[in-house]
């Protein structure tokens, strides 16, 4: 469950963790009827980590983009 900066709460999933130019993201699925899949850094400080939105819709699609390639250069053993 995370609540953004207004308050709202909204149960997540983690789909996936991702590495990409020294940072981590994760890839994070709502858990409504909506299925909305959320990208955040996971940022690190001296109490622990945390997450943190990414305003940028070009970053998020970057971001999206190179953890496709990865899926499919490494797909999942079944």
Do not use: C, S, W
Not at 48 to 58: A, H, S, V
């Amino acid at each position: 469950m995370i609540e953004d900066e207004n308050g709202f709460k909204k149960e997540l999933a983690e789909e996936a963790l991702f590495d990409m130019d020294e940072r981590t993201y994760a890839m994070l699925k709502a858990m409504d009827k909506t299925d909305e899949m959320i990208v955040m850094e996971i940022g690190r400080d001296e109490h622990g980590q945390y997450l943190t939105g990414i305003d940028d819709p070009e970053k998020v699609q970057m971001i999206l983009d190179a953890y496709e390639v990865t899926l499919k250069e490494n797909p999942a053993e079944k």
